[in-house]
């Protein structure tokens, strides 16, 4: 990185998206390396899914009408009964391929594009080689520290079904019931985001710091203070982006709702797809941009030779260090 770290904590909107950008264009051979091999493929299972999906999900609803007009009993009924059946099972099992692979496809390209900057910023040879080679002992982490979020958005999730359950069952029809679900809901929203970045934070953590799992979401949780408008206002823009990309693909390529030219539908298509892979790109870098501002905000000094051999041992050429030698120190002011 062009700036010095004690710089980075001034960075503000602008600012971090400066930053990925250069890193991106400066960096673009192992970047683009790192997208035809796993953003790219990320980009295109997310928008297949889309289309085959629909087809499934509309077999099922035409065999279902087939089901609904024949007579019970019969084994006209029956064999449509038993095609209803494996039709739902073949849907659920795609859904299931689906976000295996695209779990998997995330996670590598998190461990890549983070494991990149910091070797970047600690002014390390990095070659594409070096990477993959890196991003399955990365992906453990990673993984552990996914489940860990899995656990508590499924925690989370849990403890807003029970006050919605609540509400139901004590203020529903209450004057004061429709105040109050709507408190509830803006409440879990608030906390989805929250929750939301904290894991995106706590997957970069992961990497570059010896915690993963809970520990890395703690942290996470400590670094982003400071930092919490500036990263949800990230967070909303890059999602906002990828829900446009989302609807415009689905409804010029998968409902095709305008009459247009086959040849249309492709372009548009297409379109989304490369400003997909983009803006995952892009929004790894921010993400991994992020974690240095937070660190400089908090005053903790990266030891640029701890994390270069922090990141030796990933390559298995180094003997791993000590806690207390590769930890990120805080330091004072002069």
Not at 102 to 114: D, E, G, H, R
Not at 125 to 144: A, D, G, N, Q
Not at 156 to 162: E, Q, S, V, W
């Amino acid at each position: 990185m062009d700036r010095e770290q004690e710089e980075m904590q001034f960075l503000g909107l602008f600012g971090i998206y400066t930053e990925a950008y250069k890193l991106i264009f400066k960096f673009r051979k192992i970047f683009t390396q790192i997208t035809l091999t796993l953003i790219l493929p990320l980009s295109f299972i997310f928008l297949a899914h889309e289309e085959v999906s629909e087809i499934l999900y509309w077999r099922i609803r035409h065999t279902e009408f087939r089901l609904h007009r024949t007579k019970a009993g019969t084994p006209k009924y029956d064999k449509l009964s038993d095609l209803v059946s494996s039709e739902w099972a073949a849907y659920i099992l795609f859904k299931a391929i689906y976000f295996t692979f695209l779990l998997v496809f995330s996670l590598l390209s998190t461990s890549a594009v983070v494991y990149t900057i910091a070797c970047i910023y600690t002014s390390r040879e990095i070659t594409f080689k070096k990477v993959m080679s890196v991003v399955p002992k990365v992906w453990k982490r990673l993984m552990v520290t996914f489940l860990c979020a899995f656990f508590a958005f499924c925690s989370y999730n849990l403890a807003f079904i029970g006050a919605l359950y609540l509400w139901g069952t004590t203020m529903a029809d209450s004057k004061i019931g429709t105040i109050v679900f709507l408190i509830i809901v803006i409440l879990y929203v608030i906390g989805l985001v929250y929750m939301t970045i904290i894991w995106h934070l706590a997957s970069v953590v992961s990497v570059l710091e010896e915690k993963y799992g809970f520990k890395a979401m703690v942290k996470s949780k400590d670094l982003i203070k400071g930092k919490m408008v500036i990263a949800i206002i990230i967070f909303f823009k890059l999602n906002l982006t990828l829900g446009i990309i989302n609807f415009v693909f689905k409804v010029f390529v998968v409902y095709g709702c305008l009459r247009m030219e086959i040849v249309q539908v492709i372009g548009i298509g297409v379109l989304c797809f490369l400003v997909l892979f983009k803006l995952i790109l892009f929004g790894l870098v921010v993400q991994s941009v992020i974690y240095f501002v937070c660190k400089s905000y908090h005053h903790e000094n990266v030891d640029k030779s701890a994390l270069s051999d922090r990141l030796e041992v990933y390559l298995g050429d180094y003997v791993p260090l000590k806690s207390k030698d590769v930890q990120m120190e805080e330091y004072n002011h002069v």
